[in-house]
């Protein structure tokens, strides 16, 4: 009789071949029908956690999130929500934005030899190299980005295929778009920032659960809410216009792009979207949705579950925000006021009832309707932003601005949200003035300005070139005017005159700066586009 | 005389020259000041100060701690803030206690947070 010889010591059957070959059942024969061996591996550190555990990892493998921007925020986001296996990832950005040198010290996503790629292919590719196992897929980010397309669907109707949105964008319009699709969609939404050194996170849409917002007011107890007659609503989910009824001022809003960026700082916020995007999609579906105001949802409207991660040590983000201070190395987290009685989107008396023909991007201008819209600029944005503009300066040929300034509240501050317009004889093509500036008259006719903030200037500068900030450029007028007579190199005869040329980054500031120059009657003329049209000037 | 720390972030830091805490001693409210002055005899008891509220630190703050730009912070017409601006007391959306009515005591602390939109 054949005794059966033992398995190689050195060969475990671990393979469903090899046990198949021995007679013993697949692998997957000792697993739940919805977690597959490769995923009892791949998972196996956060499946051992006992506050995870199976039951969460089925729930989020069989979920669907959709990351809108894949930028420093956004590329954190899905690198962790994709690695840690959920089921379906959608990325969106706006159609055009692809990869940029400027964008690989902070969106780590992407990487040198895809310069040049859509942001969210090159996400995407990031994600499948990581895992496999999770549904990658691209999707047209234009209805986030504010632009009403014929026959395209909303934006409500695009987020409701999804269990959470993160909010990875880059600007104030697509921040207040998404927040209304996904209050009218249903669905939670993990609402990141990051800029300088400071980092913003919460999660709106989400019914905070007693544990989430256990801290009493202090003061003097059971202060109500008050300015409105309006009863308070019982509901504890809040929207980000409950808590941000009217947008910002164009003119204090910073950007990545004008104001700078540590790549660690939305590092940690992508980061941290992942994981509050992780607890909401880890609450088993049968959770029935805590009771919200009977009236706040709009029939057919389904409501998020809530609640039930909080009950068992997972409690979402909701009703708080964390604050990051990047500077200091310090988190604070602090408790957001309830649901707004008379909120525009979330509440019974709401205004908002979809985001089709709404125009976003007027409004965050202070504009309820753009009566001449501006047209789409041509330049890529981090976030899902076509018709919306972008938070950066960016000048374009006919000197008239496609969208407000880069000026913020953060770095560096500039003095008006829109530059003057200026008639074409005040303005000079770069590529022609940098070829007569090169010359030895062209350059001892010239008196070059540059008005960039002194950190720009030292990090590249038109050599010859002297800096005025735009901030102190009028007190500096008289100054800089005695500094145009007497040039070096005048002929006999000539009138020893030097023109004053006002250079900036983008050709926005330089405008401010000639109407300030003209007025202390300095005939100063500026660059058009500014040195990111100047020929060979690095680009930053 | 109320003593209160004031934090400000999200950029605000730049508007009071890139200070993140300034400590603010809030003058008396005016209504308890303008009460009292009494003829001969023995003089009133004081009354008991009205406390200073959070309105009254916006205007103290605007006018004697903003350095540049005072309405990116507030303007003189507003009763709050600009909007975008997160103001909490003691770590509590300044909503749940009053807004601008909420009275301040020793020691507390209000923060003022722009909000951020960069990503």
């Known amino acids: ?540 | 005389m109320t003593r209160v720390t004031v934090r400000f972030a999200g950029g605000l830091e730049l508007l009071v020259g890139g200070r993140k805490r300034v400590d603010v001693h809030l003058p008396p409210a005016p209504s308890a000041t303008a009460v009292g002055v009494g003829g001969g005899g023995a003089p009133p008891p004081p009354p008991a100060p009205a406390p200073a509220v959070v309105g009254d630190l916006i205007a103290h703050v605007r006018a004697e701690v903003i350095t540049e730009r005072h309405d990116a912070f507030a303007t003189a017409a507003d009763a709050g803030v600009r909007p975008g601006i997160l103001v909490l007391i003691n770590d509590v959306d300044w909503e749940l206690e009053g807004t601008t009515a909420a009275a301040l005591a020793d020691g507390d602390v209000v923060s003022f947070i722009s909000t951020l939109h960069g990503g």
């Open chain 1, 1 to 540: 009789m054949m005794v059966p010889p033992d398995p190689p010591l050195a060969a475990p059957p671990s393979a469903a071949n090899g046990s198949l070959a021995l007679g013993l059942p697949p692998a997957d024969a000792y697993t739940p029908a919805n977690l597959p061996p490769e995923s009892i591996s791949r998972y196996s550190r956060q499946l051992l956690l006992p506050v995870f555990g199976p039951t969460r990892q089925i729930a989020l493998s069989s979920s669907r999130a959709l990351i809108i921007g894949c930028g420093g925020l956004g590329c954190p986001a899905a690198l962790y929500l994709g690695a840690a296996g959920v089921g379906h990832l959608a990325l969106a950005d706006r159609p055009g934005d692809v990869v940029e040198v400027t964008n690989l010290h902070r969106q780590v996503g992407h990487t040198t030899d895809r310069v040049g790629v859509e942001k969210a292919e090159s996400l995407a590719i990031a994600v499948r190299a990581i895992n496999p196992l999770v549904n990658v897929t691209v999707v047209d980010g234009s209805a986030f980005a504010g632009g009403d397309r014929p026959g395209g669907a909303t934006a409500e109707a695009l987020v409701a295929a999804y269990d959470v949105v993160l909010d990875c964008t880059d600007n104030v319009a697509a921040r207040y778009l998404i927040n209304d699709a996904c209050v009218l969609g249903g669905v939670p939404l993990v609402a990141g920032a990051a800029v300088g050194t400071d980092g913003q996170l919460t999660v709106y849409n989400w019914e905070a659960s007693a544990v989430d917002v256990a801290r009493p007011p202090t003061g003097s107890p059971a202060t109500p809410v008050v300015g409105t007659l309006l009863p308070p609503r019982k509901s504890s989910r809040v929207c980000l216009r409950c808590v941000f009824p009217v947008p910002p001022p164009p003119s204090c809003v910073g950007s990545c792009d004008t104001a700078g960026v540590l790549g660690p700082v939305p590092g940690v916020i992508g980061v941290l979207q992942a994981l509050e995007a992780i607890k909401v999609l880890a609450t088993p579906a049968a959770v029935a949705a805590a009771p919200d105001d009977p009236a706040a949802p709009a029939p057919g409207v389904p409501l998020p579950p809530s609640g039930a991660a909080a009950a068992a040590g997972l409690t979402v983000l909701a009703r708080r925000m964390l604050l990051f201070d990047g500077a200091d190395g310090a988190f604070t987290t602090v408790t957001l006021r309830p649901a707004r009685p008379d909120c525009a989107v979330c509440s019974p008396a709401r205004t908002v009832t979809s985001t089709a023909g709404v125009d976003y991007a007027a409004w965050a201008r202070g504009k309820p309707r753009a009566a001449t819209a501006a047209p789409p600029v041509a330049v890529a944005a981090e976030g899902a932003a076509a018709a919306v503009p972008r938070s950066t300066d960016v000048d374009t040929a006919s000197g008239a601005p496609a969208a407000p300034a880069g000026s913020c509240s953060v770095v560096p501050f500039q003095p008006s949200a829109l530059p003057p317009h200026l008639p074409p004889a005040w303005r000079l093509p770069a590529d022609a003035f940098a070829a007569t500036y090169f010359t030895p008259a062209g350059a001892a006719a010239t008196l070059l300005v540059d008005v960039r903030p002194a950190a720009q200037y030292q990090l590249c500068a038109v050599p010859g070139s002297v800096n005025v900030p735009v901030d102190g450029f009028a007190a500096a007028v008289p100054d800089l005017a005695t500094r145009l007579i007497g040039g070096k190199d005048a002929g006999e005869g000539a009138a020893a005159i030097r023109r004053m040329v006002i250079v900036c980054r983008r050709g926005n500031q330089s405008r401010v700066a000639v109407a300030a120059a003209r007025g202390a009657g300095v005939e100063a003329v500026d660059i058009i586009g500014g040195l990111a049209a100047w020929p060979g000037f690095p680009a930053y």
